[in-house]
């Protein structure tokens, strides 16, 4: 239901933009996130926005240099990186939250029910 792309390899300071498209169902009204997951790591929260687009959150590593935005017309959330770094190598996935119009955003994968399948991003020096 969720489709992760435009992943790819880049060089450090360079910049990718990842998008989430959704079919089958729509999640314009569910608040959508980027998760990221590094080897032998964690699964970590990236970014995130409301469902009516209103609320952005970032993690401290890549607030200022990654946007998150979603074009409900299009289903489609998007994640747009610059200045990448080394340690921003990871799979991207998108996830859409279990509970639509949720008040307040959360920002742990156990809220989000709803997953892409990963789109792998490789930063190089």
């Known amino acids: 239901q969720l489709q992760a792309s435009g992943g790819g390899l880049v060089q450090a300071g360079g910049s990718l933009r990842l998008a989430c498209a959704a079919s089958g169902r729509s999640f314009s009204s569910n608040h959508m996130a980027w998760f990221r997951q590094a080897p032998g790591k964690e699964r970590e929260f990236v970014a995130a926005i409301m469902w009516s687009g209103l609320g952005t959150y970032y993690a401290d590593s890549v607030k200022g240099r990654f946007t998150i935005s979603r074009d409900n017309a299009k289903n489609t959330v998007y994640l747009q990186m610059t200045s990448l770094k080394l340690e921003d190598t990871a799979v991207y996935y998108c996830?859409?939250?279990?509970?639509?119009?949720?008040?307040?955003?959360?920002?742990?994968?156990?809220?989000?029910?709803?997953w892409g399948q990963g789109t792998q991003v490789t930063v190089s020096s």
């Open positions: 996830a859409a939250d279990s509970i639509p119009r949720r008040a307040g955003m959360k920002l742990s994968p156990a809220n989000y029910a709803y």
